[in-house]
């Protein structure tokens, strides 16, 4: 079975600041993806990133950054320039060679004015 | 309107009753999924489908039922609906084709199993 493991519960940042959200990940698959999704208080659930194994570069989607880092098998999210609507929840998600996904437990942030 | 949606939003109802959680998409994606989400353990996929009349259970499928007989619609239903069932359902769909194409989420559905 894969794992995500997400060790930071909650995260409190200051507006304008970069944050980086943990995740580490389980597969025995060679190829797999990796994305990043938000749950704001709102609850729906929002794709940020996605970096597949193979991908040389990191990817990037405006403020957001993935730092794949493959031998250590994690994959954290870096959000730059914390913005007070980046309050929400993170949650870090594997699909390996598959349509599945798993999720980590999730990381609240909250951005500080 | 274009997109997921589910049905109902908030359901309150009692141990032992049958409840169908009803999810519609409207791009014609072959893939969908059935979620729940309980605090602690982030998103766990109950069942999924990859077309019509193909489906396949997932991590936490013990209680629950789906089908699938048109390409846009994935009903899942609770057969005698427990406690422990009490949770935040969503439902996602995606296309074939890459690995990293996204998965769509609906705006979920709260169950209280009273």
């Known amino acids: 079975a894969q794992k995500i493991t997400q060790t930071q519960p909650g995260m409190f940042v200051q507006e304008k600041e970069a944050v980086t959200l943990d995740c580490t990940y389980d597969?025995?698959?060679?190829?797999?993806?990796l994305f990043w999704y938000k749950q704001p208080s709102s609850g729906e659930m929002i794709f940020l990133i996605y970096q597949g194994s193979y991908d040389q570069q990191n990817a990037t989607e405006g403020r957001y950054s993935l730092n794949f880092q493959k031998a250590r098998k994690s994959a954290n999210l870096v959000i730059s320039a914390s913005q007070l609507g980046d309050s929400a929840m993170y949650f870090c998600a594997m699909n390996p060679n598959d349509y599945k996904l798993s999720f980590g437990a999730g990381t609240t942030v909250t951005v500080r004015a | 309107d274009a997109g997921i949606t589910q049905s109902p939003r908030y359901k309150i109802t009692e141990t032992g009753r049958q409840v169908t959680l009803m999810c519609h998409q409207t791009w014609s994606h072959s893939y969908m999924f059935w979620y729940r989400q309980d605090l602690g353990h982030g998103l766990r996929l109950i069942y999924y489908s990859a077309a019509a009349d193909i489906t396949d259970k997932g991590e936490v499928s013990d209680g629950y039922v789906v089908s699938r007989s048109k390409t846009e619609n994935f009903p899942l239903t609770l057969e005698s609906a427990t406690r422990s069932q009490t949770s935040v359902y969503f439902c996602?769909?995606?296309?074939?084709?890459?690995?990293?194409?996204?998965?769509?989420f609906g705006p979920g559905t709260r169950l209280t199993v009273l």
């Open positions: 597969t025995s698959d060679p190829s797999y993806g």
């Open positions: 996602a769909s995606r296309t074939q084709g890459s690995m990293g194409n996204e998965q769509f």
